[in-house]
């Protein structure tokens, strides 16, 4: 599952590249892409990649909110195993085999975008550092870090819709 805002440049060319790892895999998968109020052609170009690729789901909600655009792409998930990333695909993409592996035994596996390699530009760590920074002490929020959340479907199913999006 990936969540996109306005990642019209990134969406095509970052997507083959994810579908090349995952076949690479030799796994059964699908890609839903959620976009949450974008306004640039990501759309057009997400809906373009659904036609053209039988495993690539994409949707569009108008509002920016992450939390809903998220708690529709698990709704409509097709395999039990959910695991989602950013579209800049910031981190080492053998953690998606790792994740997908450590499914089969535990409910729930928690990635960092801190801990080990990243490949995001400087901007966005120091912008991602500084909006955590003010979430923490303007809302007294806990987290100090942005987290790849990782699990399986029927752990949440009907829990997710009531609780787990109040907290997005």
Not at 3 to 19: A, C, D, F, S
Not at 83 to 93: E, K, N, Q, V
Not at 100 to 105: A, F
Not at 134 to 150: A, P
């Amino acid at each position: 599952m990936i969540p996109v805002y306005n990642e019209g440049e990134l969406i095509v060319r970052n997507t083959e590249r994810l579908k090349q790892f995952l076949n690479r895999l030799d796994i059964t998968y699908e890609i839903v892409i959620a976009s949450n109020g974008s306004r640039d052609s990501t759309v057009e170009l997400g809906k373009m990649l659904e036609k053209k690729h039988r495993n690539i789901r994409f949707f569009h909600i108008k509002k920016r909110e992450v939390g809903q655009a998220f708690k529709k792409a698990v709704k409509i998930a097709s395999y039990e195993n959910l695991i989602s990333l950013d579209m800049d695909l910031s981190i080492d993409l053998s953690f998606i085999e790792e994740a997908n592996s450590l499914l089969r035994s535990y409910n729930i596996v928690v990635g960092s975008k801190k801990v080990g390699k990243q490949r995001r530009p400087i901007i966005r760590r120091v912008g991602s550092s500084t909006y955590i920074f003010f979430s923490r002490k303007l809302l007294g929020l806990k987290f100090n870090d942005y987290s790849l959340y990782n699990f399986r479907y029927n752990l949440f199913n009907g829990i997710i819709t009531h609780k787990i999006f109040k907290l997005l």
